[in-house]
């Protein structure tokens, strides 16, 4: 790896790492609880969900922490729609 990709990924390490230290003030210890296991099965999806609860705080939206099943429904309604297969045997 060259010199400026190196720092490119520090960069955006850092960068991630005060997005879900920000997004984590936003979770009560239940929520963050599970914001923990997250990252460490789905770490893409933590740091989606980190910034959108940051977005939804800038805005207004978030006035207390989240509780565990508050952010529990956060994660369902982040899901994609499961596509649906009917086999029809002849």
Known sequence: MQNNEIQE???LQKQ???LENN???YLDS????????LKIAH???AIQVAALILQ???A???KQKLTDKE???LLINLEEPKKEFKFIRK
Do not use: C, H, S, V
């Open 9 to 11: 990924r520090i960069k």
């Open 16 to 18: 991630i790492e005060i």
């Open 23 to 25: 997004a984590k003030a």
């Open 30 to 37: 239940a929520a963050l609880q599970r914001f923990g296991n």
């Open 43 to 45: 770490q893409e999806k």
């Open 56 to 58: 939804a705080a800038q």
């Open 60 to 62: 207004g939206q978030i």
């Open 71 to 73: 952010f529990k429904n």
